[in-house]
Structures are given as structure tokens and as C-alpha cells.
């Protein structure tokens, strides 16, 4: 399988959001709280729509949500 | 875990169910005769016409039951049937590792058939290996759920 090579700050940016919940977040984007988890922890990578929309949720340019890390041999 | 990741559960127990009452039913009508002589094959085909049915039926009370049970255990009577994005990337992954495994059943079954075996046979190939297939597509879904993706 495939590395998830998406890195994100998406923890930092719910503890700066006042502490927001994956919950909370995952309601926001329409998406389950699980697939919050999974793109938190890198195990998968968001459609770009997905990632417009948790970006569009803290409202910062997508960028500073996400960022793509080439493979470290 | 999402609604999608539960009827995954739901679809295993009721694969293992379905197929064990079936192949008791089938060995004893098997050991009858039914599958022999001219009516094999329209036997045959009631056989899996009935399995079918039966496969349907079972799902759709598999999930009223357990969304009962789910509601009665957590005490929420509104779950959410949201399916996003990460499942159905699952259930494609899933989908497609069956889609290659339903392609060497097949082969299987005609390479059963070139070597004179049974409509009875050839077809419990298709069946057992479709059962199998099933059970695997499930499992790699429990996998992939399990692993993040």
C-alpha cells in the first residue's frame, strides 16, 4: 500500500480554533469523524475538495492546512 | 465507526449465515438426487434463485436489526447513515481486489466445465468462490478501516 505522503496541521488548528473537536470538524466538512482521524494521523489524504473545505473551516489558506512531503528513503 | 464500517460487520455475519444454511440445505437435497437426471439444471437455478432471494432478504433484516440493536445499545434513536469520501475510497479498493478474484473464479468454473464436470459443480464453483470473495472484500474493508485507509 501506498504512503500517505500529506502532511497537516490540522491538530494544531483545532487547538487554536478555541480547542475544536474532530466532531465538530467533521461536521463542518461532511465528513465521518473516523475519516477526520485518518487525515489527522496521515493514514489518508483528502480529495482536494475536502481539503478546500477543512481549510475554508479554519479560515487559512490551504497551504497552512496542508502540505505534500516527498518519500525520505 | 462510520455506518459503512458497521454494515461491513452485518454483510460478514450474514455471508457466513447465509451460506451455511444453504450448503446444509443443498448437501441434503444433493444426497435426494434432486441435482441428477434431466431437471439438474433448472434445479440448479432454483437453488441459486432461492440463494439469492435469500441473501437479499437477510441483509435488509441484518441492518433493521442492528440498527434496533444500535439504537437500544447507545441510546440513539437518530444514527447517521453519512457515507464520505474515505468510504467509498475503501469500498473501491475492496471492490476492485474482488473483481480480480471473481476473474480467476471464473476461469476456474470453465476450466471445470472444458473437463466434463456437473452444471451442479461448475455452478458451486461460481457460488462458493462468490461466498468467498465476499468474505474477503469484507475483510479487506475491516482492514483498511482498521489501518486508517
Known amino acids: 500500500m501506498s504512503k500517505c505522503l500529506v502532511r497537516n496541521n490540522i ?36 480529495s482536494l475538495e475536502l481539503a478546500f473545505l477543512i481549510a475554508a473551516v479554519f479560515d487559512t489558506p490551504i497551504q497552512d492546512v496542508f502540505s505534500y512531503e516527498k518519500d525520505r528513503k | 465507526m462510520s455506518f459503512h464500517h458497521k454494515s461491513i460487520y452485518v454483510s ?11 450448503y446444509w440445505w443443498v448437501s441434503g437435497r444433493y444426497a435426494s438426487g434432486v441435482f441428477e437426471g434431466p431437471n439438474a439444471g433448472a434445479e440448479v ?4 434463485l ?8 437477510m441483509q435488509i433484516i441484518g441492518m433493521i436489526v442492528f440498527n434496533i440493536l444500535q439504537a437500544m445499545v447507545t441510546g440513539n434513536a ?33 476450466i471445470a466445465l472444458s473437463l466434463g464436470w456437473s452444471i451442479f459443480s461448475v455452478f458451486h464453483i461460481l457460488v462458493v468462490g462468490s461466498a468467498f470473495i465476499a468474505f474477503v472484500e469484507a475483510l ?3 482492514i483498511l478501516y482498521r489501518r486508517g485507509y
Do not use: C
Open chain 2, 12 to 22: 460478514l455475519v450474514n455471508t457466513i449465515i447465509v451460506m451455511s444454511v444453504y
Open chain 2, 140 to 142: 479487506t474493508q475491516i
Open chain 1, 11 to 46: 491538530r494544531r488548528l483545532r487547538f487554536d480554533a478555541g480547542e475544536m473537536t474532530q466532531k465538530t470538524l467533521a461536521e463542518k466538512t461532511g465528513v465521518t469523524r473516523q475519516t477526520i482521524v485518518a487525515i489527522e494521523n496521515a493514514k489518508y489524504a483528502p
Open chain 2, 50 to 57: 432461492i440463494l439469492i432471494v435469500a441473501g437479499i432478504l
Open chain 2, 45 to 48: 437455478g432454483k437453488s441459486l
Open chain 2, 78 to 110: 437518530n444514527p447517521s447513515f453519512l457515507v464520505d469520501e474515505r468510504d467509498r475510497a475503501i469500498e473501491l479498493k475492496a471492490v476492485k481486489l474482488a473483481y480480480h478474484l471473481m476473474a480467476l473464479v471464473l476461469l476456474l468454473a470453465i
